[in-house]
Structure formats: structure tokens, C-alpha cells
């Protein structure tokens, strides 16, 4: 069951947790940045499941660059999201030492995006995990290797993330020239450096995807910057393995990322909101 909450301006829809064990997900939906909704099976099978499972998820029904907005609106969407989510944690029966964020592709760029928004900032209720599924982090990403490339050969059906279409996703989504992008807008070209208080990270990954390279640079760097980052993926998938109720790699991704969630614990407490 979802709920809708007016307080929240017709931004989010809740799942809460049927039988709630406290942690939280602010969850974001893929789409390249110009389509997709809360309504497709990766936002509400999403929430559906996770909460069947403990959790309560707040699926963000953010602004989208095919409705003419450009970076950093839907960004900032995802963070008044977390934002309302962290201030109305005992309404929602959550705690708010244990809420994550996370999306899946688009989304799951938009979540690491507001994440180093707000560690910049200080929010003062930081991610206790990001959650990164199938995610795009980079608008210029490396060649596959040979394994990778010779399965996107063999499944021309799943190989429509080449240079210039990912190029294109992201000019459209900033409104500029990528050699210009934040860091925000781009998450895989951060630096060690800039990565050193970003939260635990779980990974997963369609295996037949060429954006999961710009997923694996991104939780190398996390690991070089001595962060704790857990990367795998579904075998046998295509990007957006989420999207599809009958592919068992989904139900499989959803379970991992339920026990992921069930499993964090709580922090000091946070105060600011």
C-alpha cells in the first residue's frame, strides 16, 4: 500500500513498512533523465517489495529534463525529498540514524549526486547507505573490456549506451557542455579526495550494460578513497533488470538490497532538523 502525503507537495509517495524494523530508503527512478515515473515497476515494485520487507521507501517523483527542467532541479527534488523525510522520521516511524538513499540508473546518478550535495553542505542527517542500482555516473565513460563489449555484440538489443548516446543524455540533462558538469551532476569523475566522507555503498549492476563501467570506476575510486563499497551484478541481466516483475535477477537485487537495509545500524543520534 502506498500512502501520498500533501505535506510533502506532491513530491513523494510512501510505502510504509508493513512491519517496520526502523530503516528508511529515499529512492529515485531511472528514465535518462527525461522519462520514467514512481508508477514504473523500478519505483513502485521497488517500494512495494522493500516494504513487504521492513523498510519504509519514499519514492521521489522529481522533475524530469523532458518536461524542460535542467540540472540541478531534479537534484534538488531528490534532497527536499530527504529533507522532508529526515524532519518527519517519527511520523514515518523511522529512525533517522538508519534512513538511506539510492535510485537506479538515472536516479541512481541522482542519489550520488545529492549525496555529495549535501555532504558538502552539512546536512545535518547524512545517508546512512546509498543504494546505487545499474547506476550512470559518467557523461564520458572508458571502452568496455573485451568480455563486456563481446556480450553487448551478441545482444545488440541491450547495446544502446554507446559515447554519444550517454554524451547526449547528459548535454540534455544540464543544458551545456559536459567538459562543464559538476561534480554533483557527475559523480564518477570525482577524485579520491572528494569522496572521503561518502557513506557505505551497495552497488548492483546489470552484467550485459555498458554503463556499468562508469558504476565500476566509481566504487573503484570509492575504495581508493578507503570507503566501504560492496559492487556486484545480476548475471545474465540487461540494464534496468529492475523494470522487469518476471526476471528472478530482480527479485534476487531486491532481496540483497532489503537485507543490506535491515542490517543498518543505529548511529549517534543527528539533530539540526
Not at 544540464?174 to 577524485?191: F, K
Amino acid at each position: 500500500m502506498a500512502d501520498h502525503y500533501p505535506a510533502a507537495d506532491g513530491l513523494v509517495r510512501v510505502y510504509p513498512a508493513r512491519a517496520p524494523h526502523g530503516a528508511g530508503l529515499v529512492w529515485a527512478h531511472g528514465g535518462g533523465f527525461v522519462g520514467g515515473s514512481i508508477d514504473m515497476p523500478e519505483a513502485d515494485r521497488v517500494g512495494r517489495e522493500l516494504a513487504a520487507a521492513g523498510t519504509t521507501v519514499v519514492s521521489v517523483d522529481y522533475r524530469l529534463a523532458g518536461e524542460g527542467c535542467r540540472y540541478p532541479a531534479p537534484s534538488d527534488d531528490v534532497i527536499t525529498a530527504w529533507t522532508w523525510v529526515a524532519g518527519n522520521a517519527d511520523r514515518l516511524r523511522l529512525d533517522r540514524t538508519r534512513l538511506a538513499i539510492g535510485g537506479g540508473s538515472a536516479g541512481a546518478n541522482l542519489a550520488a549526486g545529492a549525496t555529495l550535495r549535501m555532504i558538502e553542505s552539512g546536512h545535518p542527517v547524512p545517508p546512512a547507505l546509498v543504494v546505487l542500482a545499474y547506476p550512470t555516473l559518467l557523461a564520458v565513460q572508458p571502452a568496455p573490456d573485451a568480455a563486456l563489449r563481446a556480450a553487448l555484440d551478441a545482444d545488440p538489443a541491450a547495446d544502446h549506451f554507446g559515447p554519444d548516446a550517454v554524451r547526449r543524455m547528459y548535454e540534455d540533462f544540464l543544458g551545456a557542455p559536459v567538459d562543464d558538469a559538476p561534480l554533483a551532476a557527475v559523480p564518477g569523475r570525482a577524485e579520491p579526495a572528494d569522496l572521503a566522507d561518502f557513506p557505505p555503498t551497495l552497488m548492483i549492476n546489470s552484467e550485459v550494460d555498458e554503463l556499468r563501467v562508469s558504476g565500476e570506476v566509481f566504487a573503484a575510486t570509492l575504495a581508493a578513497a578507503g570507503r566501504d563499497v560492496e559492487v556486484t551484478f545480476e548475471p545474465g541481466t540487461t540494464h534496468g533488470h529492475l523494470n522487469d516483475p518476471l526476471d528472478p535477477a530482480a527479485s534476487h537485487s531486491l532481496a540483497v538490497i532489503a537485507a543490506r537495509l535491515r542490517s543498518l545500524s543505529p548511529r549517534a543520534e543527528v539533530s539540526g532538523l
